[in-house]
Nanobody
Framework: HVQLVESGGGSVQAGGTLRLSCAAS????????MAWFRQAPGEEREGVAF?????????PYAASVKGRFSISKDNAGNTLYLQMNSLENDDTAKYYC?????????????????????WGQGTQVTVS
């Protein structure tokens, strides 16, 4: 039974930083694709960052976060991170960790997240 548990959300002033974490279990589960999505009230879910956990290939970031957010994982591949710098009011959303298999021809990239099999419960980020 695969579980993803996010942490690290909270309230921060504009210009501040947060680091989100996502722990995958069981320990034997080594996801191939991992990603961060976010969804604000009344908005569609947005893919923020994607990583191929097998070769550490990072896909292009969403234009809205490029240059400010950075996705990474630990060496074991079970913990995913999202470093968020220079936070803006528009970054306010619930952030979700997702994991799954690659889906040709897009690899780990998904604009909707529909291809991802496993999801965390989300962690709220509020920027004011």
């Amino acid at each position: 039974h695969v579980q993803l548990v996010e942490s690290g959300g909270g309230s921060v002033q504009a210009g501040g930083t947060l680091r989100l974490s996502c722990a995958a279990s069981p320990y034997t589960y080594a996801p191939h694709c991992m990603a961060w999505f976010r969804q604000a009230p009344g908005e569609e879910r947005e893919g923020v960052a994607f990583i191929d956990a097998e070769d550490n290939h990072v896909y292009p970031y969403a234009a809205s976060v490029k240059g400010r957010f950075s996705i990474s994982k630990d060496n074991a591949g079970n913990t995913l991170y999202l470093q968020m710098n220079s936070l803006e009011n528009d970054d306010t959303a619930k952030y979700y960790c997702a994991a799954g298999l690659p889906f040709p021809p897009m690899g780990c990239f998904s604009s909707t997240g529909n291809e991802y099999s496993y999801w965390g419960q989300g962690t709220q980020v509020t920027v004011s």
